[in-house]
């Protein structure tokens, strides 16, 4: 459905196989990925953004996961939240660099952060 254009439609069929499989990581990553963030008040592109963690905390290499969350941190002024992505999207492989850069963005208040950088620390390092 997406392919052809038909994107409110596939939303909501996606939406339908969540419903019926709330662990379906694939449907949950269309419908957060083509969500319209112009169409929201500011309570729901917060919900998005807090509802979708688990995707980023699975799949924090994913650029379609991380450029949604990009644009939703731009919404709301997520200062620490762009400064993480900002770097995460254009890092390259020095190890050391990127561990020294995760341990900056830990002196943060925002616990979800915190946990995301401590994942990854855990799981890429």
Avoid: C, H, M
């Avoid at 419903?19 to 419908?31: D, E, G, V």
């Amino acid at each position: 459905l997406f392919s052809y254009g038909f994107t409110k439609e596939s939303i909501r069929f996606y939406k339908l196989v969540l419903k019926q499989y709330p662990l379906n990581s694939y449907a949950q990553i269309r419908i957060f990925s083509e969500t319209n963030l112009e169409e929201l008040s500011r309570a729901e592109i917060d919900e998005l953004f807090v509802s979708n963690l688990n995707l980023l905390k699975k799949y924090y290499n994913n650029k379609n996961i991380l450029l949604t969350y990009l644009r939703i941190a731009k919404y709301n002024n997520k200062q620490d939240w762009l400064d993480f992505f900002n770097f995460w999207l254009n890092k390259n492989n020095n190890n050391d660099n990127i561990i020294k850069k995760l341990d900056e963005f830990k002196k943060t208040n925002d616990k979800n952060l915190i946990e995301l950088i401590t994942i990854i620390e855990n799981k890429y390092l």
